[in-house]
């Protein structure tokens, strides 16, 4: 299994500016994920990151709109640029273990509530 | 990826058995079945995974039929602290790695 933290666990912004979250994870794994999910809704893959590569973007997610970052094999960082109160919502990251053999299993952070007022 | 449908609510009492099941008309050769459990205010968990018949482990049992085309995860003996959505999900490694889609769950409601 992974643990995994998020920073913060929620904030309240303004319109217009930025947010950074960041995922801490406690051991080194290959593949980590966002995800966005809204008030009562189920869960959105944002993008997957790699590390050492650009982030893989799903669609209806861009770069400029969320930039990610990951730097080494324990971290990532999702930005949410400038925010409106459409972006309101849970942000959560994920990882995939290194040498997992069951498909499918992903160990989720605590996630991030973000409010835009 | 293969698209789920489950029911949107289930209700159920302590101590009952509940049995949700999702279909998933397009599953592909090589996907695999696979549950997470959600509470509130928490990421979600995976509970068990399988690809045909039955699998069971010390939370709950998946049985799939030979056609694959659904799956029933069966919750024994419920307690109030199994009131959570439940997601399944089907999906394999593409692209080197698996990515995940969820659908829009079960919220499961167990009552006194």
């Known amino acids: 299994s992974a643990v995994i933290s998020q920073k913060p666990s929620r904030d309240i912004c303004q319109r217009g500016t930025s947010l950074t979250i960041q995922c801490q994870v406690d051991?080194?794994?290959?593949?980590m994920f966002w995800y966005r999910q809204q008030p009562g809704q189920s869960l959105t893959l944002i993008a997957t990151a790699n590390q050492g590569s650009e982030a893989t973007y799903e669609s209806g997610f861009v770069i400029d709109k969320f930039p990610i970052s990951r730097p080494n094999l324990t971290f990532s960082t999702l930005t949410v640029s400038n925010m409106s109160p459409e972006d309101s919502s849970i942000y959560l990251c994920?990882?995939?273990?290194?040498?997992?053999?069951?498909?499918?299993?992903?160990?989720f952070g605590p996630g991030t509530r973000l409010t835009v007022l | 990826l293969a698209k789920t449908t489950q029911p949107i609510s289930m209700d159920s009492y302590e101590g009952q058995e509940v049995n949700i099941t999702c279909s998933h008309n397009n599953i592909a050769t090589n996907d695999y079945i696979t549950w997470y459990q959600q509470f509130p205010s928490q990421g979600p968990r995976f509970i068990i995974q399988?690809?045909?018949t039955k699998v069971t482990n010390e939370v709950a049992s998946l049985f799939i039929p030979a056609d694959r085309k659904s799956s029933t995860l069966s919750l024994p003996r419920v307690s109030l602290s199994d009131t959570a959505v439940y997601y399944c999900?089907?999906?394999?490694?593409?692209?080197?790695?698996?990515?995940?889609?969820f659908g829009a769950g079960t919220r499961l409601a167990v009552h006194p």
């Open positions: 999900l089907v999906g394999g490694v593409t692209g080197g790695y698996n990515k995940l889609i």
């Open positions: 399988g690809y045909k």
């Open positions: 051991s080194q794994v290959t593949m």
């Open positions: 994920s990882v995939e273990a290194k040498g997992i053999i069951l498909h499918n299993e992903q160990f």
